[in-house]
């Protein structure tokens, strides 16, 4: 069993680099291969980004504790897949696409969390659960999540944990080009809907009392 911060991961999956895993000889310090690096690797990121992404995944699902979940899953298949990765750099962008693709997952199902328990992540009751839930930044989010997916995932990535573009083409797969593509698609087609909604919100103002 590993506890990495307020969460515990039961030993359900190997953290070691048994399955495939290369001698220990000659080994890159950069590489994680046994359960002492495999662990490190997981509890410096959860360090580092645990936070962040729980705030981005508050983006994509209206609930918090789903929010948790998806991060927690995230670092979950992180440390049953870390042994397949030889640079540690690549590690925490494969976790930014992980939590992305469970959020996107997730709307798909329209899943909810079921749980009742205590945050997992303290004070996200604050400045990250506040982004979500007031009003006068839900036309912004609901506009953002009307986004066509690449648009989106670059947008949230580039705007709200404030990567650089070379992190988010890591994190996507794709090329530095692509990504200021998507970003300036992106940028557009939100000012074109939040114009909309601003146009609509004036007309309906017009006709009361």
């Not at 359960?35 to 690797?41: C, G, I, K, Q, Y």
């Not at 995230?74 to 925490?92: E, N, Q, T, Y």
């Not at 794709?174 to 609509?200: P, Y």
């Amino acid at each position: 069993m590993t506890t990495i911060g307020p969460w515990v991961f039961t030993a359900e999956f190997p953290l070691s680099g048994s399955v495939g895993a290369r001698p220990e000889t000659a080994v890159d310090p950069g590489t994680v291969f046994d359960d002492a690096r495999v662990n490190r690797l997981v509890t410096d990121l959860f360090t580092q980004h645990a936070r962040s992404l729980v705030r981005m995944a508050r983006l994509f699902v209206d609930d918090k504790n789903a929010a948790e979940d998806l991060v927690q899953e995230a670092f979950i298949r992180l440390a049953r897949s870390a042994h397949r990765i030889d640079d540690r750099s690549k590690a925490a962008p494969y976790l930014r696409s992980i939590v992305l693709n469970l959020a996107r997952d997730h709307n798909r199902r329209g899943l909810v969390s079921l749980r009742h328990r205590p945050s997992a992540v303290a004070d996200l009751d604050s400045a990250e659960d506040e982004l979500v839930v007031r009003e006068d930044q839900r036309e912004v989010l609901d506009a953002v999540r009307a986004l066509p997916v690449r648009q989106r995932d670059c947008v949230v990535l580039r705007y709200y944990l404030d990567l650089g573009i070379p992190e988010i083409a890591d994190t996507l797969g794709i090329s530095a080009n692509s990504v200021k593509t998507h970003l300036k698609r992106g940028l557009a087609a939100l000012e074109k809907a939040l114009a909309a909604g601003r146009t609509e919100g004036a007309v309906g103002g017009e006709g009361a009392p």
